[in-house]
């Protein structure tokens, strides 16, 4: 049996849900398997969310871990993936037709309402806004 949709804004309050995990490929289909821990009406869009961010992270970051944050608020699910690596920031790439990658982050530009990245000495916090019911765009 599966929990009912969340709906905006979340019933009891605000959920965050927080895993840490190897920086490895088989990280992206584990934090994948943690959006499916909450029930929302967004969530094949938060699985896709993820996927490509820590995929990204473990592609491109020179980093040991990897941090998924998904926090339910009033306007949807905010996705946040921490690395430990700010020499290396996502770009936006204008891919072509034949190329086989580089176009994650316009396709998350697509889905998400925000897009952000946040970079410190300590390493750097890709976030994603995806909302649901009546703001969902």
Known sequence: MTAPPLT???RGG??????????IPEAVPQARALTRTLAMDQQD??????????????????TATVTVEL????????????DD??????????????????????ILECLCSDLHCDAGPDGKTMSALIECGADAH
């Open 8 to 10: 905006c804004p979340p």
């Open 14 to 23: 605000p959920t965050t849900v927080t895993e840490t995990f190897a920086a």
């Open 45 to 62: 869009t938060a699985a896709l969310v993820v996927t490509e961010l820590v995929t990204n992270a473990v592609v491109h970051a020179d």
């Open 71 to 82: 926090i339910t608020t009033a306007h949807g699910l905010c996705v946040a993936v921490t």
């Open 85 to 106: 690596d700010s020499a290396h920031l996502p770009q936006l790439e204008n891919a072509g037709p034949a190329d086989q990658h580089g176009r994650g982050l316009f």
